[in-house]
């Protein structure tokens, strides 16, 4: 018998008509409650810096809900047009909010609502659709609202690492779900077909609505955006993905600086189907394949020494990495022996 295969889905959710959240009716449970304790750092008072970094301040010991009192007044809800909805969160005391870009994909108004009911007004200050990223700026508060949350980094995050996630999981907004880290440098696609390499896997309860809000550790700093589910249901079936932090500061940063963000590229088009390696079915001319003396037909079998077993992997090796970064490149040409080429990669504009 033959499954179905699970259902990708993005985490904004539309509001039901006539009623917007307050319309929906759906089954809550307590996922904060229990008694089990983690280390927590207390992020420091933000800088004022575009996207703070994480901060080193003294540890002591919180319950989830110590966290949630310590984080949710930086977690936003996003109502788009009236007819979409979805979560996001404060990074700086300019009242920028980091969001999914298919949040607020052609949004005209955005209402902003803080977690003491305080609303202001959103402007989407820049989309970057190929890592699924926005931020939107708030006006019309006072910037004692302004609660930043401070990045982590995603690259020390490990398997099995407890992860809390706050939004508005069917218009339910300020909503806080626990977990896990079940799984890490997961490939997932972005809305605009672009690959999103070292997404982080968790079990942590993520629902329409959840679309970009925080993914936050145990030190109370931000690893991921939540952004998609796999599921046969439709709702959380225990495997969700979050956007690493990573990733997010970068785009974040150059949005709110005005700039475009630059995203690497190697210039192929892979052959579907192929084993034991990734063979190549077109090669961009001009591109950095091409400059290093790739052609179509070629099978690529590892990058800097790592194997390459499928496009997903390969993607997710190029989507790791920066515009003019050199990389080594093992590769079969026919019936030949392997070769090794050094590819600087090149740049592709969001």
């Known amino acids: 018998m033959t499954s179905k295969p699970a259902a990708l889905i993005l985490m904004s959710v539309a509001a039901l008509a006539g009623g917007g959240a307050g319309a929906v009716v759906a089954t809550t449970r307590d996922a904060g409650g229990g008694t089990a304790t983690a280390t927590v750092t207390t992020p420091a008072a933000s800088s004022g810096t575009a996207v703070p970094a994480a901060s080193t301040t003294d540890s ?106 706050i939004g508005s999981p069917f218009g339910l907004s300020e909503t806080l779900t626990t977990g896990i880290v079940s799984a890490l440098d997961r490939t997932i696609t972005s809305p605009s077909g672009a690959t999103i390499g070292g997404a982080i896997q968790t079990d942590t309860s993520i629902n329409p609505g959840n679309s970009g809000g925080p993914l936050i550790d145990a030190d109370g700093e931000v690893v991921g955006v939540n ?15 979050a956007i690493p932090a990573d990733t997010v500061r970068t785009v974040a940063t150059a949005l709110i600086a005005g700039e475009a963000v630059a995203h690497p590229r190697l210039g192929v088009r892979i052959e579907d189907g192929t084993r034991g390696g990734v063979k190549l079915a077109a090669v961009t001319a001009g591109g950095a394949a091409a400059a290093a003396g ?57």
């Open 227 to 241: 952004a998609q589910i796999e599921s046969d249901s439709g709702g959380n079936d225990g495997v969700g993905f």
């Open 294 to 350: 790739l052609k179509a037909g070629d099978t690529i079998t590892t990058i800097d020494g790592t194997t390459v077993g499928d496009a997903d992997t390969l993607a997710s090796l190029i989507a790791s990495h920066q515009p003019g970064d050199r990389l080594r490149v093992t590769y079969r040409r026919g019936a030949g022996a392997s070769a090794t080429v050094t590819a600087t990669l090149g740049t592709a504009k969001s």
């Open 60 to 165: 002591t010991t919180l319950t989830a809900g110590d966290i949630y009192k310590n984080t949710s007044p930086g977690v936003v809800d996003l109502k788009i047009d009236a007819s979409a909805e979805g979560s996001g969160f404060v990074v700086d005391e300019k009242g920028d909010v980091v969001t999914n870009a298919h949040v607020v994909d052609g949004a005209k108004k955005i209402k902003v609502t803080f977690a003491d009911g305080t609303i202001g007004s959103g402007r989407v200050v820049g989309t970057d659709k190929a890592t699924d990223i926005a931020v939107v700026r708030v006006t019309g508060i006072s910037a004692t609202k302004l609660h930043p949350l401070t990045f982590g980094d995603s690259g020390d995050v490990t398997i099995g690492d407890g992860v809390l996630a």
